[in-house]
């Protein structure tokens, strides 16, 4: 398979990439550590200088990628204090961004020649599957219905975690998204 940056580097700035599929930031971090065959990258959406005016977004994106699966799961990371409806409103605005881009400026991650290169490379793009994960300082639950609801809208799968999620293996990330983990 291609390598995955160089199918992303069509779409993000070079300078964005993260060095490793990790964000910290405030004593709060996120990790992937792939395991052999698996596939992530890290993309720092605070880098990105072309992001739209008064338009928020989360801390990082990832992808992730399965030998048995020809879809991509795209995690959208927030590492943040104490305030959790904020933290979803910039998961959701970066969902929007992500999907329908705004033209010349940003190209949305379904425009034809993104699918088409990454159809090229046997993988059929993410398979409207996108893991919200937010990291925060204290615990913050969200209530089912909110994260049901939050879903039936965006059909983002919201997931919180007190402190971090380190070390975590895409096929576990797979599992989140599939609703098959604790």
Same mark, same amino acid.
């Given at each position: 398979?291609? $390598?995955?940056?160089?199918?992303?580097?069509?779409?993000?700035?070079?300078?964005?990439?993260? *060095?490793?599929?990790?964000?910290?930031?405030?004593?709060?971090?996120? #990790?992937?550590?792939?395991?052999?065959?698996?596939?992530?990258?890290?993309?720092?959406?605070?880098? @990105? $200088?072309?992001?739209? +005016?008064?338009?928020?977004? !989360?801390?990082?994106?990832?992808? !992730?990628?399965?030998?048995? /699966?020809?879809?991509?799961?795209?995690?959208?990371?927030?590492?943040?204090?104490?305030? /959790?409806?904020?933290?979803?409103?910039?998961?959701?605005?970066?969902?929007? &961004?992500?999907?329908?881009?705004?033209? #010349?400026?940003?190209? #949305? &991650?379904?425009?034809?020649? +993104?699918?088409?290169?990454? /159809?090229? !490379?046997?993988?059929?793009?993410? %398979?409207?599957?996108?893991? %919200? @994960?937010? @990291?925060? *300082?204290?615990?913050?639950?969200?209530?089912? *219905?909110?994260?049901? $609801?939050?879903?039936?809208?965006? %059909?983002?799968? @919201?997931?919180?975690?007190?402190?971090?999620?380190? %070390? &975590?293996? !895409? /096929?576990?990330?797979?599992?989140?998204?599939?609703?098959? #983990?604790?």
């Amino acid at each position: 398979m291609k $390598d995955l940056k160089s199918i992303l580097l069509q779409f993000f700035p070079e300078e964005a990439f993260l *060095k490793s599929p990790k964000k910290k930031e405030k004593g709060r971090a996120f #990790s992937i550590k792939p395991e052999k065959g698996e596939a992530a990258v890290g993309i720092d959406l605070e880098a @990105i $200088d072309h992001w739209p +005016q008064n338009e928020k977004r !989360c801390d990082a994106l990832f992808l !992730c990628w399965l030998p048995e /699966r020809n879809e991509f799961l795209i995690v959208l990371v927030e590492l943040k204090g104490n305030h /959790r409806e904020k933290a979803l409103e910039q998961i959701r605005e970066t969902r929007q &961004i992500l999907c329908r881009g705004t033209g #010349s400026r940003f190209k #949305s &991650i379904h425009a034809a020649e +993104q699918l088409a290169e990454f /159809r090229s !490379c046997g993988i059929e793009g993410h %398979g409207k599957r996108l893991l %919200g @994960i937010i @990291i925060g *300082k204290k615990s913050l639950p969200i209530k089912a *219905k909110e994260k049901a $609801d939050l879903y039936r809208k965006t %059909g983002i799968i @919201i997931q919180y975690k007190t402190g971090g999620m380190t %070390g &975590i293996s !895409c /096929r576990e990330l797979w599992r989140h998204a599939d609703g098959t #983990s604790d």
